[in-house]
């Protein structure tokens, strides 16, 4: 009988531990294992939480307010991280290198600090890690989080150049996995409005 409660205790507390990690962050574990993990094995195609209605706010790096929409006419990759987020930290180098292969008229990738203290958090983060592709675009904190349709970070969201969802990943991927950039090259090449 001690063993049944101690085996459903540790069950618990691993069930407890896995929803933390949900609601605020993948942690250190999870990073090290996903960041391996080709972004095509973890997305979820098909995924329509995201609807180009609802209005997201951004501010960039030189406090200029723009929304999502705003950037339509191309594909858009969207990531929601912070700086105290350990996985999220891991996958930035990564998603610099894809940005790096894309003209960013073509393929945006457009991380979404939701970091309390914004520019201040995001900018000495970007020169401590050699960021030299991404831009800085400053959510709301929960805000943004949730109007995705979300609780944790990190997570992605790819948009067609009409703003609409074609994929989530949730997680830390290998962003500039070879297999994911020819996938992201194919969908520009054949792409055609609806």
């Known amino acids: ?38 972004p095509l094995k973890k997305m979820i195609e098909g995924s329509t939480a995201y609807q180009s209605d609802k209005v997201i706010e951004l501010i960039n790096e030189k406090g200029e307010e723009s929304t999502l929409d705003s950037y339509q006419g191309r594909f858009v990759l969207v990531n929601v991280w912070a700086t105290w987020c350990f996985s999220c930290r891991q996958e930035m180098p990564d998603l610099d290198a894809l940005q790096g292969k894309f003209d960013p008229e073509k393929l945006l990738v457009m991380p979404i600090s939701v970091d309390r203290k914004g520019i201040d958090a995001v900018m000495p983060f970007y020169d401590r890690t050699n960021i030299k592709h991404l831009p800085i675009f400053l959510g709301s904190g929960m805000q943004a989080i949730t109007t995705f349709g979300e609780r944790g970070i990190p997570f992605s969201i790819l948009l067609d150049p009409e703003g609409k969802e074609f994929g989530r990943i949730l997680g830390p991927v290998k962003w500039d996995a070879e297999d994911f950039i020819a996938y992201l090259q194919d969908k520009i090449d054949h792409w055609k409005p609806a």
């Open 1 to 38: 009988m001690r063993e049944i409660i101690t085996t459903r205790r540790q069950t618990l507390a691993g069930l407890l531990a896995s929803c933390a990690g949900l609601a605020i962050g993948f942690g250190p574990q999870e990073a090290q294992a996903s960041s391996i993990i080709s």
